[in-house]
């Protein structure tokens, strides 16, 4: 990687800047829906700005690209079983921030190097709205999509997915919340209102001059790298933020949107709180955690209670990095959120239910150099035909065989789906008869994996299985790996819902 001198982090002082939380976005208006005309649903407009933040009070203004100019966008407020429409627009300037590489399929110097397209993480949305990384569009354009939200209670985000540079797009800032509720889910007393923390992650490279910095190859043609993990971790787009509460019950909502780090995070003093919910909902009941250990693209739903530690500064720690403070007050609290001791019930999915088993590896292509190339999906790139076509309705348990040296985050778009087992097998034994060979049992996920998930970890020299229901929508959807500069350069697969 070719280096640039970057900002000396411990030259900051910590914890000089508020938590920034993200504005609630506002409809401005409603428009028919596009299947009903006759019904009027919520409309919202989001442009795609450059504009420039402050991270920390003592660095210098950054150059970022945001959802209505905001680094988290705004949140999204959305209640289930009632749909609404969001024009997407490409307001960003016609030069693009960030380095691209033309040979990766997709960004080719015949496409214009700034291009956009949001993809609503988690949401079970029709094929013509979910952002398919082809559907981009370039500055002066837009698009409207409309969310049915016919799902439940859950932190969904949304992203850009623009082919080939998705990897820039999200580093350079295009992400943001989106909380569906339901009455259920406000039946449980959970803590609300300023008592309900969404918290975005994003490590980055910040240089001397405070602008961002994303690394590149020694290879002046191809600058695409690997993996990129920066050293800098913006928590809600500021660096070491604080952010006062009272010594009561909080529920923090946190989301990974880093191209490539997984977290690790505890409290600096020890402290045990509850991992409520997954990617995708409630968990059955809160489980007890020392930490919370997020890949890309995944969210933690956790109840922190501060009671009995007035007066305290508990720094949020990433290993032995602090990432941001809370600070306790002395005074009384007057939060009255709970934490019930069950929450919502997640029926296991029984593995009689699948009609299908696919067998798909995650795998890595090599240069001469021993460099890798690209990322690959059961050995098929982007281009090749559609393999994996589940039926509309049907259930099918999906294993993720991986041969890399790296855990992978798998996302699949559309549908929710349960963890059902990581078992370790020898690789050389598949490239020698063709078939998984298993060296040990299978491990059944963590409590805290439990939950309904949009995105696994599949780890190193081992076999993660989930099953998923494909309901909602027929069409053309996508699968991929959630490390960006993977997922950019063909560790993506469209697949196809068939009726
Ligand atoms: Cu977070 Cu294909 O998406
Ligand atoms: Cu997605
Ligand atoms: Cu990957």
Request: proline residues 10%; contains cysteine; hydrophobic residues 35%.
């Amino acid at each position: 990687m070719i280096g640039r001198p970057l900002l000396q982090l411990d030259s900051l002082e910590p914890f000089v800047d508020a938590l920034p939380i993200p504005r609630v976005a506002a409809p401005s208006g409603t428009r028919p829906h596009p299947k009903n005309p006759s019904h009027k649903i919520p409309y919202y407009r989001i442009g795609m700005r450059q504009f420039e933040s402050k991270i920390h009070r003592e660095v210098r203004p950054t150059r970022m690209w945001g959802y209505g100019g905001t680094v988290p966008g705004p949140t999204m407020e959305a209640r289930n079983g009632e749909p609404l429409l969001v024009e997407w627009v490409n307001e960003l300037p016609a030069a693009h921030m960030l380095p691209i590489d033309h040979t990766i399929h997709g960004a080719e110097k015949d496409k214009p190097k700034v291009r956009a397209v949001a993809h609503l993480h988690g949401g079970r949305v029709p094929p013509e709205s979910d952002g398919y990384p082809e559907a981009w569009f370039p500055p002066g354009k837009s698009a409207t999509y409309c969310y049915p939200n016919e799902q439940d209670a859950a932190g969904l985000w949304y992203h850009d997915h623009a082919m080939g540079i998705t990897r820039l797009n999200i580093y350079a800032g295009l992400a943001g919340w989106y909380f569906i509720r339901d009455s259920f889910e406000e039946g449980l007393g959970l803590p609300k209102g300023k008592y309900e923390i969404p918290i975005v992650l994003l490590d980055r490279f910040i240089d001397a001059q405070g602008q961002l910095f994303y690394p590149i190859a020694p290879e002046e043609d191809t600058p695409w790298v690997p993996e990129v993990y920066g050293d800098a971790t913006l928590v809600n787009g500021k660096l070491f933020p604080y952010f006062e509460v009272e010594p009561c019950k909080y529920r923090m909502r946190v989301l990974n949107g880093s191209n490539a780090r997984f977290y690790h995070l505890t409290l600096s003093n020890g402290q045990e709180f509850y991992q409520i919910g997954t990617d995708l909902g409630l968990l059955p009941a809160p489980v007890p955690v020392k930490a919370v250990f997020l890949a890309p693209a995944e969210r933690a739903d956790v109840v922190v209670d501060f009671a009995g530690h007035a007066g305290e500064r508990v720094q949020v720690m990433q290993g032995v990095q602090p990432v941001m403070q809370f600070r306790v007050a002395k005074t009384p609290a007057r939060g009255t959120g709970v934490l019930p001791a069950t929450l919502r019930a997640v029926p296991r999915i029984p593995e009689s239910d699948a009609v299908t088993t696919r067998l798909l590896t995650l795998g890595e292509k090599d240069n001469m150099a021993g460099n890798p190339e690209a990322m690959l999906l059961n050995n098929a790139h982007w281009s090749d035909p559609v393999t994996e076509n589940p039926k509309l309705g049907s259930t099918e348990i999906w294993s993720f065989a991986n041969f890399t040296d790296d855990s992978h985050p798998v996302h699949l778009h559309l549908v929710r789906f349960q963890i059902l087992d990581r078992r370790p097998f020898i690789s050389e034994e598949y490239y020698r008869q063709g078939k998984i060979v298993y060296n040990g049992e299978a491990v059944p996920p963590s409590p805290e994996e439990m939950g309904w998930k949009d995105t696994v970890k599949a780890d190193v020299g081992v076999v993660t299985r989930i099953i998923a229901r494909f309901e909602g929508y027929t069409g053309r959807y996508v699968w991929h790996c959630h490390i960006l500069e993977h997922e950019d350069n063909e560790m993506m697969r469209p697949y196809e819902v068939i009726p």
